[in-house]
Antibody, heavy 117, light 114 residues
Framework: EVQLVESGGGLVQPGGSLRLSCAAS????????MNWVRQAPGKGLEWVATISSDGSQKYYVDSVKGRFTFSRDNTKNSLYLQMNSLRAEDTAVYYCARETRRRLDCWGQGTLVTVSS | DIVMTQSPDSLTVSLGERATINCKSS????????????LIWYQQKPGQPPKVLISWASTRESGVPDRFSGSGSGTDFTLTISSLQAEDVAVYYC??????????FGQGTKVEIK
């Protein structure tokens, strides 16, 4: 069974940093493109970032470019989202999700990031 | 960027009745080279992550009940629940996966029981 487990969320002050992790199991991790999607409280889904299977290609939504860095370690079956210069509008549940055939077919349960003073 | 607009924002339907959700993209998501529409429908129940219902605009995922169907092409798409069940109460999202990122979602449609 494929499992994605996010961690690293919490309360951080505006301007602060946080590093999210996503641990994957039950899949050949290095064969998949992976994504982060976020959902602000009571709001809809927003795609945040995508990383290629080997980590060489990365794409970001405009609102996080230059502040967030998406990386992966295929030896540890893990994803990382380094989030710097955090803003109140970054407050959300962050999901990692596997991409297969141009759809997000497997999601973690999410980790909550709250940016507040 | 492709903007996805769903309608309505919310829908109240009686058990056993039909529910119809529309999704419109600001530009075509049809790839004429393979005749595929890069349009996905997700279902999100309270407290849960989203789940893929339909891919390529009309291909139902394995295990998804056949009361769910997707249709449309180009810029206009529809998700239909033919006979609403209590377990279908959820928010439904469309997402486009055409070309290169950003992959954008519609704002969501909340489906409730009348």
């Amino acid at each position: 069974e494929v499992q994605l487990v996010e961690s690293g969320g919490g309360l951080v002050q505006p301007g602060g940093s946080l590093r999210l992790s996503c641990a994957a199991s039950g899949l050949t991790f290095s064969g998949y493109w992976m994504n982060w999607v976020r959902q602000a409280p009571g709001k809809g889904l927003e795609w945040v970032a995508t990383i290629s299977s080997d980590g060489s290609q990365k794409y970001y939504v405009d609102s996080v470019k230059g502040r967030f860095t998406f990386s992966r370690d295929n030896t540890k079956n893990s994803l990382y989202l380094q989030m710097n210069s955090l803003r109140a509008e970054d407050t959300a549940v962050y999901y990692c999700a596997r991409e297969t055939r141009r759809r997000l077919d497997c999601w973690g349960q999410g980790t909550l990031v709250t940016v507040s003073s | 960027d492709i903007v996805m607009t769903q309608s309505p924002d919310s829908l109240t339907v009686s058990l056993g009745e039909r529910a119809t959700i529309n999704c419109k993209s600001s530009q075509s998501v049809l790839d004429n080279s393979n005749n595929k529409n890069y349009l996905i429908w997700y279902q999100q129940k309270p407290g849960q992550p989203p789940k893929v219902l339909i891919s390529w605009a009309s291909t139902r995922e394995s295990g998804v009940p056949d009361r769910f169907s997707g249709s449309g092409s180009g810029t206009d798409f529809t998700l239909t629940i033919s006979s609403l069940q209590a377990e279908d109460v959820a928010v439904y999202y469309c997402q486009q996966y055409y070309g290169s990122p950003p992959w954008t979602f519609g704002q969501g449609t909340k489906v409730e029981i009348k």
